[in-house]
């Protein structure tokens, strides 16, 4: 109680970063609830849908890291207000793709509802032909990496067909190599592997 009280962000705002912080830690129900309703209204006074004035670049600090904090918690209900921020195309609320790359240290599958918008997304973002040609953009391009990293520690078969099928036609793109990169270390540590036989480091590039 003591906690969603002074997590307002009417209230001190150093007071409120520090409580919201800690509602990530509790792993409530009431506790995410309250964190996307606090996600929510940092979001509406970056868009500038706030009667309250607020000091601007210290709310993107704290949205951005009340989501860091959110996207490094196993908990569905966490991840759900990560990827519902992460999947806003706006500019006022920052990279929000980019900070859906966190959530590749997890294992998705047993959300197949949060994977499938993630899989949708990429879907959506992939180039289309124009007159038998593929539009280059460079920041689809972007946005399409990190959604690729998003999903790169989910091993669903889904997962494997989607990154497949853009290896399969994009393999000169980024995101056609960062597809490539994830599927040949799904199931392997991201930082250091065995080689099989010799027991030697090797680096997967």
Same mark, same amino acid.
């Given at each position: ?6 997590? !307002? ?20 129900p009431r506790a995410y609830t ?21 000091? /601007?670049?210290? =709310? %993107?600090?704290?949205l951005s890291n009340a989501i860091? /904090? ?8 966490? %991840? $759900? ?13 920052? !990279?929000?793709?980019? %900070? ?17 918008? /993630? ?19 460079? %920041?689809? $391009?972007? =946005? ?27 393999? !000169? ?33």
């Amino acid at each position: 109680d003591l906690l969603i009280r002074v997590s !307002d962000l009417t209230g001190s705002i150093p007071v409120a970063r520090e409580a919201i912080a800690s509602l990530v830690q509790l792993e409530n129900p009431r506790a995410y609830t309250t964190l996307a309703a606090r996600i929510s209204e940092l979001e509406n006074i970056l868009v500038g849908d706030s009667l309250i004035q607020f000091d /601007l670049k210290e =709310i %993107r600090w704290l949205l951005s890291n009340a989501i860091k /904090l959110l996207s490094q918690s196993d908990s569905s209900e966490a %991840r $759900s207000i990560v990827i519902s921020h992460g999947l806003k195309d706006k500019p006022e609320l920052g !990279d929000t793709y980019a %900070r859906l790359v966190p959530l590749g240290d997890h294992d998705l599958s047993d959300t197949p509802d949060q994977l499938n918008r /993630l899989l949708d997304a990429i879907q959506q973002e992939l180039p289309r032909k124009f007159l038998g040609v593929s539009v280059k953009n460079p %920041r689809k $391009s972007q =946005i399409l990496e990190y959604l690729i990293s998003s999903v790169s520690g989910s091993y669903a078969p889904e997962v494997h067909t989607v990154l497949g099928d853009i290896v399969q036609r994009f393999p !000169d793109q980024p995101f056609g190599k960062a597809a490539d990169r994830a599927l040949s270390t799904m199931g392997q540590s991201p930082e250091r592997q065995m080689a099989p036989e010799t027991g030697e480091e090797t680096v997967t590039l």
